[in-house]
Structures are given as C-alpha cells and as structure tokens.
C-alpha cells in the first residue's frame, strides 16, 4: 500500500520568512496530493491540491511543486503570519481507489 | 451549513460499552470516508463507501468495528466492546466519485473511553 512521509514534524518561523514543508509517497499510481491545515480542535481543511499531470500550483502565498520521477511534492508559504500557526498534513491518494493515505503532520508555528 | 457534519462531537463512554457515531456527508456526494486520527498523528483510513456499498476497510479495523450506509446518504460507524486505545478523534469526509477526489472533512467526534 502507500505509505507517506513528511518533513519536517516542527517547524518555527518568524513571521514574513518563507516555510517549506516536505513529503515523499510510494506508490507510483497516486495521482492526487492534497495539502490540508488543522487548526486545534478543528477539522482539517483543504488548503491546495496538485495532480499528477501539473508540475506546479499556486493560490497566493501558498504553493505546491510536484516531482513524479522522485515520487515527492512540496508546500510552500510565503511571507507567513501568526495567523498560518496551525498542524499541515499531506496526503497521497489515487482517485479511482478512493482512500488518501497521509503523512504525520509539520507543527508550523510563526513567531510574531 | 451545507458541509460534513458528525454526532456527536464527544463521546465519553466506559470500557467495554457500544458507542455509534454518525456522519452526514455533502448532499451531492456519493463517497464517504472514515479515519481515525490520535495526537500527533494524520487521519488514519478505516473505511470508505461508495453510494451505499463498502468498497475498502482497513485491516487495522477490527472486528468489533462496524460502519454501516444504508441509503447511501448518511453513515454510522459503531464500535463495540470498546477499549481504552480506541480513544481518538473519528472523524468522517466526502467526496464525489473520480473527478477532482476532493475529500472535505467533518468535526469529527472525539472519544474517551475510560
């Protein structure tokens, strides 16, 4: 089956510098990466997804890269705020199978 | 609010007792998903249904658990016999079949079990 890692479990940053967050999957026929952020207590949210015929997204401050052949994908935030402070899972899946397999979080935490 | 919901948000219950948790997906979608996720830890897959058959259930998923989709709307999940490591946060998405594979996420429900 799939199996997710992710890069690195903390992360501390002051606020406006860039934060780069890490995943690596193993199964060739994933074809979908969402990104979600989980605030305490709260339900992961979706915050940006990449499929596998994209190499690259980006919504505003966030972006994702894509490297099939390496079989891993990245997050990228730019010009962070307090207000991104939050729990960041990956997640590997393939559409047609249905379940998504995700990594074991990266506590981000922006420092004012 | 037209997203996944889940009842109940919490559940605190003894050893050995029965408990059923309930998910209401997006009316217009016809997948839905049950993980469980623990401190420090992402969502674990337990289970996910198609309309109203069961497509996949995890081999971590014993056999005191049940999930059930009879109409292909709503799900309930039971757990029976409950155990102190059952405690965690169940929680329920959806999502319409192929197509984008978008899964948005409920509340959850956490349990206790003491």
């Known amino acids: 089956g799939e199996n997710v890692e992710q890069h690195p479990s903390t992360l501390s940053v002051q606020e406006g510098d860039s934060a780069v967050i890490k995943c690596t999957y193993s199964?060739?026929?994933?074809?979908?990466f969402p990104w979600y952020k989980q605030e305490l207590g709260k339900r992961p949210q979706l915050i940006i997804d990449?499929?596998?015929?994209?190499g690259e997204k980006k919504d505003q401050r966030i972006a994702v890269t894509l490297n099939k052949t390496a079989k891993h994908f990245s997050l990228h935030i730019t010009e962070t705020q307090p207000e991104d402070s939050a729990v960041y899972f990956c997640a590997a899946s393939n559409t047609n199978a249905g379940k998504s397999t995700f990594g074991d979080g990266t506590t981000l935490t922006v420092k004012p | 609010d037209t997203g996944v919901s889940q009842n109940p948000r919490h559940k605190i219950t003894k050893r050995g007792q029965n408990v059923t948790f309930r998910c209401d997906p997006i009316?217009?979608?016809?997948?839905l998903y049950w993980y469980r996720q623990t401190l420090g830890q992402g969502p674990e897959f337990l289970t996910y249904f198609q309309n109203e058959a069961q497509l996949e259930k995890s081999r971590l998923l014993s056999d005191r658990f049940s999930a059930e989709r009879p109409k292909g709307s709503f799900s309930t999940l039971e757990i029976q016999r409950t155990e102190q490591g059952d405690s965690a946060m169940y929680l329920c998405a959806s999502s319409i079949t192929g197509g984008e594979g978008t899964q948005y996420f409920g509340p959850g429900t956490r349990l206790t079990v003491l």
């Open positions: 990449i499929r596998s015929n994209v």
């Open positions: 009316s217009e979608h016809n997948r």
């Open positions: 199964d060739s026929a994933s074809n979908y």
